[in-house]
T-cell receptor, first 115, second 111 residues
Framework: EAGVAQSPRYKIIEKRQSVAFWCNPI?????LYWYQQILGQGPKLLIQ????????DSQLPKDRFSAERLKGVDSTLKIQPAKLEDSAVYLC?????????????FGPGTRLTVL | RKEVEQDPGPFNVPEGATVAFNCTYS??????FFWYRQDCRKEPKLLMS???SGNEDGRFTAQLNRASQYISLLIRDSKLSDSATYLC????????????FGSGTRLLVRP
């Protein structure tokens, strides 16, 4: 079974530039998550989609971050404009239903460096 | 105060040693508990669930103490391949089930 796919794997940009990340979840998984993991910390949830609707975006910095999941499959996360503190690994995860007992499967992540 | 707290380590142990990690959580409404493993520059992967009755999977034993809001992971007969960061994860219900990760405990197993 194919896992969660993410691209690009690495990205280096200068502050104030824009960047976009792409995620393709496991086939059949209704729930998709974007996490931010800063070095030395655990992943922090940015946004959760159930099919193509947003369930939780309470920790998404909406002045600069946006995400969409058109058609309830692939998703993109955008940062515009980027700040130095956005340097982190952006992890996409998916689960079958998003219920408490569901296992979340993570993609390999996109490592963003903002200079 | 963080909602999920872990000792960052690193724990540096010889092969064959027994090592234990602890984790505390502050939200008594937390519903489910897990340990995830994260290798260097890799994504987190589910290691095991944690139950009040205890959960054992081979060399790994996880335990939950709801009264003390405390979770533990015990690794017996450590292998070199156990070297990784172990993330304590708590699930609570807001508008949805939300995973709250600790910052992780780093384990180094030396020959």
């Amino acid at each position: 079974e194919a896992g969660v796919a993410q691209s690009p794997r690495y990205k280096i940009i200068e502050k104030r530039q824009s960047v976009a990340f792409w995620c393709n979840p496991i086939s059949g998984h209704a729930t998709l998550y974007w996490y931010q993991q800063i070095l030395g910390q655990g992943p922090k949830l940015l946004i959760q989609f159930q099919n193509n609707g947003v369930v939780d975006d309470s920790q998404l910095p909406k002045d600069r971050f946006s995400a969409e999941r058109l058609k309830g499959v692939d998703s993109t996360l955008k940062i515009q404009p980027a700040k130095l503190e956005d340097s982190a690994v952006y992890l996409c995860a998916s689960s079958f239903r998003g219920a408490g007992g569901d296992t979340q499967y993570f993609g390999p992540g996109t490592r963003l460096t903002v200079l | 105060r963080k909602e999920v707290e872990q000792d960052p380590g690193p724990f540096n142990v010889p092969e064959g040693a027994t090592v234990a990690f602890n984790c505390t959580y502050s939200n008594s409404a937390s519903q489910s508990f897990f340990w995830y493993r994260q290798d260097c520059r890799k994504e987190p992967k589910l290691l095991m669930s944690v139950y009040s009755s205890g959960n054992e999977d081979g060399r790994f034993t996880a335990q939950l103490n709801r009264a003390s809001q405390y979770i533990s992971l015990l690794i017996r007969d450590s292998k070199l391949s156990d070297s990784a960061t172990y993330l304590c994860v708590v699930i609570r219900m807001d508008s949805s089930y939300k995973l709250i990760f600790g910052s992780g405990t780093r384990l180094l197993v030396r020959p």
